[in-house]
């Protein structure tokens, strides 16, 4: 497995012996999470990492108890929940079982194993660990059939030992997840994974490229050998994702640093950089200054001319200079909007989607007294949200999110690809939210989104917005009011019933009159300070006689002054 920090390729050994003698920390600064690097000391010998090589050649070397015990007590101390064991091979480390059961006592929330399965596949071995707590198992499966998996790991019978562990964890309800580093020994097998997930209960399976400089002191022969073309990967990952969506769609399947533009039909499987994420090393008794761990791993990535037409191109980094080296960049298909639109009829990039039509809405100012305060993208989740202030009007959300959207907040304005949704802030004034919302619909509707279908009535969404102190009053006085109605005595006219109202908060009481006269007295939450908390109307019913209805609306009103 490689994850060796900022290993260089060609002959910096040195670099390589450092970080097999050191403990590499990698601090999570939004996620709180940690990944601690016991040593490079490895079983397998994989075409792509590292670790294998310096086994190999006698460098490698583990790492004692005493300096992962301090960087665990660190880390914890400093807020971190989430913990990854990683090597080399971690379960092959002396300081491995101490440092778990280390992890395990300071209450780390969740724990992580990163294992190639050289031992778990001895079912006592996994009862071991098990007994110590509940953890997340990250296997190294490098091929998605024994064939591949081992030819990449250099070690007969290495698929076996992992799926007997995967087999046995399976039995105890473990979460299994997977890793693999595509090359030229497997990419061909990619469409093997979803059976294998589905077989052996797999939650996630994360793919990522071959790193150049993360491959150990390699010649540019063998790197070349080793790496094939990104247009070549292509079939294989469709077929791959595709039988994953027929075998397994609840499995997390994601693939690191490959061209968005290859496989724009999911590109929504596709991602570069990660969380947040600090390097950390330890030195001595101390950790060294930290480094963000992406920004040193797109540092050998760059963007040809041909991504500036693209929309992926802002959450890309482009190829790795080693790559372009090889095999220059004419693959890059730059995918336009337009493009966008016809392979993405889920709108899984709904955010990329809606951008063109919030340009030409917002092009015009929000009417007074609101102004654009914020206006936040979330690609993952597919909401774009706007943040307003108000002045005394208060401060209001708008979101955007696909109509399907899971999780996402009521739209109340419906168009035929996209929902506007209003979340005020306690206090805001409804009724200038309301028409703040209005606002934006008729701008996204002039931009090109469609008619907008109201989907919530104006007033129900003044009376939903109002203050909590302000409601409560105006619920209080219309119960009073309504037991006034309820106890008036108009002649010919009788007292129905009482029910919500369907178009508003509030209360219709309705009175029968002679023949199938109607009558509804409507009273609703007003959210206006300067206005009554309720206001007073009527319906009447059809065919009811106006002027015999006047008589008895003026003597429900009367009971109600009196």
Not at 28 to 49: D, K, M, P, T
Not at 396 to 417: I, K, N, Q, S, Y
Request: hydrophobic share 40%.
């Amino acid at each position: 497995m490689t994850h060796g920090g900022q290993a260089a390729a060609g002959g910096h050994l040195d670099k390589h012996l450092e970080e097999a003698r050191e403990v590499a920390v990698f601090e999570g600064a939004s996620s709180a999470q940690i990944e601690i690097q016991l040593g490079h000391v490895c079983n397998n010998r994989c075409v792509f990492c590292v670790s294998g090589q310096l086994t190999e050649q006698g460098l490698a070397r583990s790492i004692p108890e005493d300096p992962v015990f301090a960087t665990l007590e660190a880390a914890r101390a400093r807020g971190a929940r989430k913990l990854t064991f990683l090597g080399g091979e971690p379960t092959l480390q002396k300081s491995f079982l101490p440092a778990l059961r280390k992890a395990v006592d300071l209450g780390f929330e969740e724990i992580v194993i990163f294992t190639n399965g050289v031992k778990t596949r001895r079912p006592e071995y996994i009862d071991q660990i098990v007994r110590l707590g509940r953890f997340t198992w990250r296997f190294s499966i490098q091929g998605g059939n024994a064939e591949a998996h081992d030819r990449v790991t250099g070690r007969v019978g290495a698929f076996q030992r992992i799926v007997d562990g995967m087999a046995h964890l399976k039995a105890l309800g473990q979460d299994i997840t997977a890793n693999m580093c595509i090359n030229e020994l497997s990419y061909r097998s990619l469409p093997d994974y979803p059976a294998l997930a589905a077989e052996y209960g797999l939650r996630q399976l994360h793919i990522d490229m071959i790193r150049p400089a993360d491959a150990g002191a390699r010649t540019d022969a063998y790197l070349r050998d080793i790496m094939p073309r990104y247009a070549d990967m292509a079939p294989f990952i469709a077929q791959m994702l595709e039988g994953f969506a027929r075998l397994a769609p609840e499995v997390d399947v994601n693939i690191g640093n490959y061209p968005y533009c290859l496989v724009p039909e999911w590109a929504h499987k596709v991602h570069h950089d990660g969380e947040a994420t600090m390097t950390v090393a330890v030195d001595g008794d101390q950790l060294s200054e930290p480094w963000d761990k992406y920004t040193s791993k797109r540092s050998d990535k760059r963007h040809p001319a041909a991504c500036d037409g693209c929309v992926f191109k802002p959450q890309c980094n482009g190829l790795f200079d080693k790559y372009r080296a090889f095999y220059g960049d004419d693959e890059v298909r730059p995918v336009t909007r337009a493009r966008l639109a016809q392979v993405d009829r889920a709108q899984r990039f709904f955010v990329l989607q809606v951008e063109p039509l919030l340009e030409a809405a917002l092009a015009e100012a929000a009417p007074a007294p609101w102004r654009l305060a914020e206006l936040f993208r979330n690609t993952r989740d597919r909401r774009v949200e706007l943040r307003f202030s108000g002045g005394s009007a208060g401060l209001t959300t708008l979101a955007l999110t696909p109509p399907d959207a899971a999780g996402a907040p009521e739209p109340v304005v419906a168009f035929e690809r996209l929902g506007l949704s209003a979340l005020p802030d306690p206090g805001a004034d409804a009724e200038q939210v309301v028409a703040l919302l209005g606002w934006l619909a008729s701008r996204l509707a002039a931009a090109g989104a469609g008619a907008p279908i109201m989907r919530v009535p104006a007033p129900e969404l003044v009376a939903r917005w109002t203050t909590p102190e302000r409601l409560e009053r105006a619920r209080a006085r219309i119960l009073r009011l309504t037991s006034k109605l309820e106890r008036a005595r108009v002649p010919l006219w009788s007292y129905e019933g009482a029910r919500p109202l369907d178009d508003g908060l509030g209360t219709g009481v309705t009175f029968a009159g002679p023949r199938a006269d109607r009558v509804e007295v409507r009273l609703s939450v007003q959210s206006d300070p300067a206005r009554p908390p309720v206001a007073i109307g009527y319906r009447l019913g059809d065919g009811t006689d106006e002027a015999g209805a006047r008589q008895a609306l003026g003597a429900l009103m009367a009971a109600l002054r009196g």
